[in-house]
């Protein structure tokens, strides 16, 4: 699915095509009419959406909730433990970028990220993100943003020593820390009509040779696959680890 990106300065186009991918075609200087649009502007790639409720999604790693917990990488216990103890740099497959906050971590962390990402509009937010902060994220150097089908990458991928995988949950009351991106990555997935099969992903993954999976799922959720090697529990989430 196509979005025109509508920019009201033409310095920009230079930025969209060569180093966004975008197509000459896709930008426009009239504000666009339709329901959903990008908006691209001095503080980088925005969407816009007007129904049922106008919404404004844009990422920014270096503010907010991310640019703190990127300045203190080593009180990620839990994303720590989970990612094991040892000590080398890994090679990470996340097959779920959503946002990227947790590769983010990894990235901060030392290990090289595979980041996949099936909705074309996260990615084009996320590559736009990624070039505004490259000069500050040293680290975002060790990262290859891919847009797809996670499962088709990895089998094109090699030597990767774990996959980690943070599929969308199920709705409950309960998941209210996460439920805010979570609902503007739900909205971005339901108008790019991506069907998200939640669990299915792991699955798919299960089938493949790996060495080390790691899901992470709400800490009351049901296992969904009882061949677990260990767990990693925190207060509202837990990672089932699987070898
Ligand atoms: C819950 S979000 C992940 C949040 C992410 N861990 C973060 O830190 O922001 C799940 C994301 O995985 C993506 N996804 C789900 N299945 C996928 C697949 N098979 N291939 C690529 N991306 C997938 C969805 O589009 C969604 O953006």
Redesign the pocket.
């Known amino acids: 699915m196509n979005f025109p990106i509508y920019i009201d300065n033409k310095i920009y186009i230079d930025y969209l095509t060569n180093v966004l991918g975008v197509p000459e075609t896709n930008i426009v200087n009239i504000y666009p009419k339709e329901p959903t649009f990008f908006i691209y502007k001095e503080s980088g790639l925005h969407f816009v959406i007007n129904s049922p409720q106008k919404k404004i999604i844009h990422i920014d790693f270096l503010k907010g909730q991310m640019g703190w917990r990127l300045r203190r990488p080593d009180h990620e216990t839990l994303l720590k433990k989970a990612l094991g103890k040892k000590k080398d740099n890994l090679t990470i497959l996340?097959?779920?970028?959503?946002?990227?906050?947790?590769?983010l971590i990894f990235l901060a962390l030392g290990h090289k990220v595979i980041a996949?990402?099936?909705?074309r509009v996260?990615f084009m937010l996320l590559n736009d993100a990624i070039h505004r902060a490259r000069d500050e994220l040293i680290f975002l150097t060790n990262l290859d943003l891919v847009h797809?089908?996670?499962?088709d990458i990895y089998k094109n991928t090699k030597n990767i020593d774990l996959i980690y995988l943070?599929?969308?949950?199920p709705d409950n009351k309960k998941n209210n820390a996460r439920s805010g991106?979570?609902n503007d990555?739900k909205n971005i997935?339901e108008i790019e009509a991506?069907t998200?099969?939640e669990d299915q992903?792991f699955f798919?993954f299960k089938k493949q040779e790996f060495k080390k999976i790691v899901l992470?799922r709400p800490i009351k959720s049901k296992i969904i696959d009882r061949n677990l090697n260990y767990q990693v529990k925190g207060k509202s989430t837990r990672f089932d680890v699987y070898i």
């Open positions: 996340d097959g779920t970028a959503g946002f990227l906050s947790d590769t996949c990402e099936q909705s996260l797809g089908n996670a499962v943070d599929p969308m949950y991106v979570m990555i997935l991506i998200n099969l992903i798919d992470k």
